[in-house]
C-alpha cells in the first residue's frame, strides 16, 4: 500500500532563508509524487508533480522538488522564503500504478515565515 | 479558466439530516475526485469517477456516503443520516492527466 510520511507538522524558517519541507513515501508501484499547498479556506494548489521523468522537477514559486529512489525520498525546497509562501504543505502519493487514481496524502507541514 | 466549483461553501446540518454537495470539474477533465478533509490531516481520498463511470468507490467511508456522475459532467456526493464525525471539509478535484485540480470545498457542520 502506498503512504507518505511528513517529517515534522510545523517548519519556521526566517524570510530569505532556504525551505526544507521532508516527504518520505512508500509504494509498491513506480510512484507518482506530487506537492500541493493550501491557504486558509481554500483548496489546494499544486506546486508540482514527478512522474518518472526528470527526478529533479521545478514547481511554482519557485519551488523544485527532488526524487530520490534509494532513499524513498521526495523533499520540496525553496532558495528563498517570501511571507507569501505561508501556508500548508502536503506530499501525495498515487494509490495505484499511473496518475488517473486517487492520492494518498501526507498529514501536511504548516510553513511559517518569520520576518 | 472557471476552474472547479464546489456547492455550497458551507453547509450546517442537523445530526440525521441528509446533505448533498455539488462540484462542477474543469469543463475538459474526464476524471472527477471526491476527499474528504478534516482538521488538521490531509485530504483522504473517497472516490472517482472517469466520465460517467464510477471507478473506485469502496473507500467511501460507510454505506451512508454516496456519489453520482449521471451525464459525465458534475458530480454529487450525498451523505444519508448525517453524523457528528461528517462534519469536515468536502474536496472535489478533476483532471484529465496526472495533476488535479482542486476546488475550494464545502465546510459541513453537523450539530
Known amino acids: 500500500a502506498q503512504s507518505v510520511t511528513q517529517l515534522g507538522s510545523h517548519v519556521s524558517v526566517s524570510e530569505g532563508a532556504l525551505v526544507l519541507l521532508r516527504c518520505n513515501y512508500s509504494?509498491?508501484?513506480?510512484?507518482?509524487l506530487f506537492w500541493y499547498v493550501q491557504y486558509p479556506n481554500q483548496g489546494l494548489q499544486l506546486l508540482l508533480k514527478?512522474?518518472?521523468?526528470?527526478?529533479l522537477v521545478k514547481g511554482i514559486n519557485g519551488f523544485e522538488a527532488e526524487f530520490k529512489k534509494s532513499e524513498t525520498s521526495f523533499h520540496l525546497t525553496k532558495p528563498s522564503a517570501h511571507m507569501s509562501d505561508a501556508a500548508e504543505y502536503f506530499c501525495a502519493v498515487n494509490l495505484r500504478g499511473g496518475g488517473a487514481d486517487g492520492l494518498t496524502f501526507g498529514k501536511g507541514t504548516h510553513l511559517i515565515i518569520q520576518p | 479558466d472557471t476552474g472547479v466549483s464546489q456547492d455550497p461553501r458551507h453547509k450546517i446540518t442537523k445530526r440525521g439530516q441528509n446533505v448533498t454537495f455539488r462540484c462542477d470539474p474543469i469543463s475538459e477533465h474526464n476524471r472527477l475526485y471526491w476527499y474528504r478533509q478534516t482538521l488538521g490531516q490531509g485530504p483522504e481520498f473517497l472516490t472517482y469517477?472517469?466520465?460517467?463511470?464510477?471507478?473506485?468507490k469502496s473507500r467511501l467511508l460507510s454505506d451512508r456516503f454516496s456519489a453520482e456522475r449521471p451525464k459525465g459532467s458534475f458530480s454529487t456526493l450525498e451523505i444519508q443520516r448525517t453524523e457528528q464525525g461528517d462534519s469536515a471539509m468536502y474536496l472535489c478535484a478533476s483532471s484529465s492527466g496526472t495533476g488535479k485540480t482542486f476546488g475550494s470545498g464545502t465546510r459541513l457542520t453537523v450539530v
Open positions: 469517477f472517469q466520465n460517467e463511470a464510477q471507478l473506485e
Open positions: 509504494s509498491s508501484v513506480p510512484p507518482y
Open positions: 514527478y512522474t518518472s521523468a526528470a527526478t
